[in-house]
T-cell receptor, first 115, second 119 residues
């Protein structure tokens, strides 16, 4: 079956540091890949996505490239801010039994940025 | 504000209680989802409703019973829960088009969740 593995947290960085959160996946076919973010007390929000190999998703200074050869979708940001503190989820989409899109999530990585 | 609301935000219940979680979406979507979020585990998809019909039920115990009376509302009825059912329960919605065979991903919009504690 499909699965997503992402680096365990928590991750603590100083403001303006470089961020990488690793994500690898196992899937049949050609899934789409996503990063979702969950700020404290809120639900998940889509951060960025990539729908085919070599696509780069980007948003709010975050980037991730769909690498089919390494089955990876690592999240990066060049200079993090305190407001980036949240839990980040890597996910892939595939078809469910009735043709509906179905998301498979990783365990989440808690990121804390200190001033 | 994501357009998906959940009530209550926090719930504490005993194992013999019966309670219900409510989700409402104001986005005009036709698909709704229940997820369970437990510490250090991946988000678990529990149920999916598309066009008000249940299309996914991931081997969820019968003590969890979903109800989707219309495309804007989704309930999760709880009875005789166990302490290990304590978790954050998230609702989501999306605009699903089953006739495209899933050829394009439709973003899911999540509510803030209900934090459930079973004593």
């Amino acid at each position: 079956g499909n699965s997503v593995t992402q680096m365990e947290g928590p991750v603590t960085l100083s403001e303006e540091a470089f961020l990488t959160i690793n994500c690898t996946y196992t899937a049949t076919g050609y899934p789409s890949l996503f990063w979702y973010v969950q700020y404290p007390g809120e639900g998940l929000q889509l951060l960025l996505k990539a729908t085919k190999a070599d696509d780069k998703g980007s948003n709010k200074g975050f980037e991730a490239t769909y690498r089919k050869e390494t089955t990876s979708f690592h999240l990066e940001k060049g200079s993090v801010q305190v407001s980036d503190s949240a839990v980040y989820f890597c996910a892939l989409s595939a078809l469910g039994a009735f043709g509906n899109e179905k998301l498979t999530f990783g365990t989440g990585t808690r990121l804390t940025i200190i001033p | 504000e994501t357009g998906v609301t959940q009530t209550p935000r926090h719930l504490v219940m005993g194992m013999t209680n019966k309670k219900s979680l409510k989700c409402e979406q104001h986005l005009g979507h036709n698909a709704m989802y229940w997820y369970k979020q437990s510490a250090k585990k991946p988000l678990e998809l529990m149920f999916v409703y598309s066009l008000e019909e249940r299309v996914e039920n991931n081997s969820v115990p019968s003590r969890f019973s979903p109800e989707c009376p219309n495309s804007s509302h989704l309930f999760l009825h709880l009875h005789t829960l166990q302490p290990e059912d304590s978790a954050l329960y998230l609702c989501a919605s999306s605009q699903d088009n089953p006739y495209t065979g899933g050829s394009s991903y439709n973003e899911q919009f999540f509510g803030p969740g209900t934090r459930l504690t079973v004593l």
